[in-house]
T-cell receptor, first 110, second 114 residues
Framework: GDSVTQMEGPVTLSEEAFLTINCTYT??????LFWYVQYPGEGLQLLLK?????DKGSNKGFEATYRKETTSFHLEKGSVQVSDSAVYFC?????????FGDGTTLTVKP | GAGVSQSPRYKVAKRGQDVALRCDPI?????LFWYQQALGQGPEFLTY????????KSGLPSDRFFAERPEGSVSTLKIQRTQQEDSAVYLC????????????FGEGSWLTVV
């Protein structure tokens, strides 16, 4: 079935470090791809999305490019902040259900 | 409010008790989803509605779980004869239409079965 494999955490970085969280998805159909974020004590919220191959989603300094040839949607940020500490989920959305990765917990230390 | 609303936010049930969890999606959203999120894991798909039609219920873990959306708006997830392994956060989400549109999540109903 459809699945999403996400880089295992937890990830701990110092402020201003470069962040990459890897995500790959099964190569079936034509899914849309998303990154959702869950800040401590809050609900899931959309971070960015891409709906077709070669699209780049970006928001709050985060970026991810929909790569069909490598079935990947890696999340990157050039300089993380303490406020970026959260759990990040890679998600593929098909016509019906959406499939989540297991989440990567990011902690940014000052 | 403008977001997805879920109730109750917290529920403690005795083992064997029935529970009902309610979801009010964003007005006009055609698609509605239920997910189960265990501690430290990603949300797991339970079921999907398009308007009042339940198009996919492949994620429901057993026949004790039942979901409905009779008028294509509010949805209820019912769990009969609750077991300890049902303890989780139950997330409701809605979407305006196609798969490329943003899915908006509620804050979840935290169920603890004792």
């Amino acid at each position: 079935g459809d699945s999403v494999t996400q880089m295992e955490g937890p990830v701990t970085l110092s402020e201003e470090a470069f962040l990459t969280i890897n995500c790959t998805y099964t190569a079936t159909g034509y899914p849309s791809l998303f990154w959702y974020v869950q800040y401590p004590g809050e609900g899931l919220q959309l971070l960015l999305k891409a709906t077709k191959a070669d699209d780049k989603g970006s928001n709050k300094g985060f970026e991810a490019t929909y790569r069909k040839e490598t079935t990947s949607f890696h999340l990157e940020k050039g300089s993380v902040q303490v406020s970026d500490s959260a759990v990040y989920f890679c998600v593929r959305a098909d016509a019906g259900k959406s499939t989540f990765g297991d989440g990567t917990t990011l902690t940014v230390k000052p | 409010g403008a977001g997805v609303s879920q109730s109750p936010r917290y529920k403690v049930a005795k083992r064997g008790q029935d529970v009902a969890l309610r979801c009010d999606p964003i007005s006009g959203h055609v698609s509605l989803f239920w997910y189960q999120q265990a501690l430290g894991q990603g949300p797991e798909f339970l079921t999907y509605f398009q308007n009042e039609a339940q198009l996919d219920k492949s994620g429901l873990p057993s026949d004790r779980f039942f979901a409905e959306r009779p008028e294509g708006s509010v949805s209820t997830l019912k769990i009969q004869r609750t077991q300890q392994e049902d303890s989780a956060v139950y997330l409701c989400a809605s979407r305006a239409g196609r798969s490329g549109n943003t899915i908006y999540f509620g804050e979840g109903s935290w169920l603890t079965v004792v």
